[in-house]
Structures are given as structure tokens and as C-alpha cells.
């Protein structure tokens, strides 16, 4: 995984920091990371650990500040502001490695629903950022990412389209190793897809992709999973599933 100095580190937007880090020389004990509020955002929220309540609600308290202030207060943070998406939380005792914690309750942590078109439908956590461009819908938290886009196979049945995917993934399987194949028959759709790994320069970096085509007559919803860890690897074939067509 590629590291950088505190000089070089990368833009990532402001981190809303407790004032006993930067003005008390406590070091951070509890960091996580929530959905931007504004572009100059970077999600990350990060405390001592020994705020009291009465602190915490006092706006005063905490500022924003350029994550390079805080790195050189405590860079053991580094790789968690770079590498970690929003919805995860970490905490450590002092003097101790950091460890991710899963109970902690987050504001914008629940299911929504994305009406993707007039037919296809998308249920994700709305801690995602939705974005669109011009090759389709993006879905991302930073260290997990889906991309998803529709193609139009006008006079075609869903399988001829899903004998055309076979004969894709098993040119794909020459290229790069498949390392698992995937079908799912639902209803009126038929979910076809395969996993693999590929390598990341700007991170240095192995990580997991798959692809996934929700077939229905004369569409395909195309739908790209990546992920860091092997552990969101349930993420990305439930979310799969969840893809529905009306």
C-alpha cells in the first residue's frame, strides 16, 4: 500500500477535529468517517476520546482543519484518512494499535431506495455518494465502489443475451483469472457475473472487482463492484441482488 510523507500528503477536504487534539496535545483516540457535507469535506470526524458530553455539544470545541495540522500532532492516522471509507469508525487505546468497531450508530447509516430508471430499481445504504456522469451512475464510500450503466439489446430474449455473456466471461477468464462465476435466476431477470482481482497504481494496491449483468428481455443493467477488503465481498453480491427491474 503506497504512503506518503506529511508534505506530500493528498487533498482529501477539511477533518472536523476536537480542540483537545490540536490545542490540549491529546492524541486521537476515536476517528470516523461520515457522508460530506459539502465538497470540502472530507467526512472524517476525529475526537480524544475524553470529551464529555457537554463538550461534544459545544460547536466551539472542534474546528476544521487541513489534515496535515493533524498528522503532525499524530500520524498514525495516515492510512486510515487515505484508505478508509465513510461509514467506518476506528478507535485504539493510547499507545495502541487502531482497531475498526461496528456497533457505533451513524446518522445517514440506512437502506434507501435509487429509482435508477422507469424499470430498474436499486436499494443501497445511504452512507454511498450518488454520482452520475456520462457513462452512467456511480455509487461509492471510497473504499467501496459500484458503477452501474443499461444497455439497450433491442430484438434480442434474455437468453441470447445471456449465452452472449457466457461466451464475454470466458474471454475474460483467458485474460485475467475468474476466480468465481456467478448466476442468479430472479424472476423476470437473469444475474450473471464473475469475480477477479486487479491491481491499483495510484493506492499499490490488489483489489477485487466484480462484474455483475442483470439481464431482462432487450436490457442489460451493467453492474461494477469494487472493493479493498475481502470482507465486502457479501456487500457486493447482496447489493447484487438487491438490483430489481419492475
Not at 138 to 164: P, V
Request: proline share 2%; charged share 30%.
Amino acid at each position: 500500500m503506497r504512503k506518503f510523507s506529511i508534505d506530500n500528503f493528498p487533498s482529501i477536504g477539511g477533518v472536523m477535529c476536537s480542540k483537545m487534539i490540536v490545542e490540549e496535545s491529546y492524541k486521537p483516540l476515536f476517528i470516523f468517517r461520515e457522508k460530506q457535507t459539502n465538497e470540502n469535506d472530507s467526512g472524517w470526524r476525529i475526537f480524544s476520546g475524553f470529551e464529555s458530553d457537554q463538550y461534544s455539544e459545544n460547536a466551539n470545541n472542534f474546528g476544521i482543519y487541513d489534515p496535515k495540522t493533524i498528522l503532525k500532532i499524530d500520524n498514525s492516522i495516515s492510512e486510515l484518512l487515505l484508505y478508509k471509507g465513510v461509514g467506518t469508525v476506528w478507535e485504539r487505546e493510547p499507545n495502541k494499535d487502531w482497531y475498526e468497531v461496528f456497533d457505533y450508530p451513524l446518522e445517514d447509516d440506512f437502506m434507501i431506495e435509487n429509482q435508477l430508471t422507469e424499470n430498474w430499481k436499486l436499494s443501497i445504504n445511504n452512507l454511498f455518494i450518488k454520482n452520475k456522469d456520462e457513462d452512467g451512475i456511480m455509487f461509492t464510500t471510497n473504499d467501496k465502489t459500484l458503477r452501474l450503466d443499461i444497455w439497450n439489446y433491442d430484438g434480442k430474449s434474455k437468453e441470447e443475451i445471456l449465452k452472449e455473456k457466457k461466451e464475454e466471461i470466458s474471454k475474460r477468464n483467458a485474460e485475467n483469472k475468474v476466480l468465481k462465476k456467478y448466476q442468479l435466476d430472479q424472476g423476470n431477470r437473469i444475474k450473471i457475473g464473475y469475480h477477479i482481482k486487479e491491481y491499483s497504481q495510484q493506492k499499490d494496491i490488489e483489489y477485487n472487482l466484480i462484474c455483475g449483468f442483470c439481464i431482462v428481455d432487450n436490457e442489460v443493467l451493467n453492474a461494477f463492484f469494487y472493493f479493498d477488503n475481502e470482507s465486502d465481498l457479501e456487500w457486493a453480491l447482496n447489493t447484487w441482488k438487491m438490483i430489481d427491474y419492475l
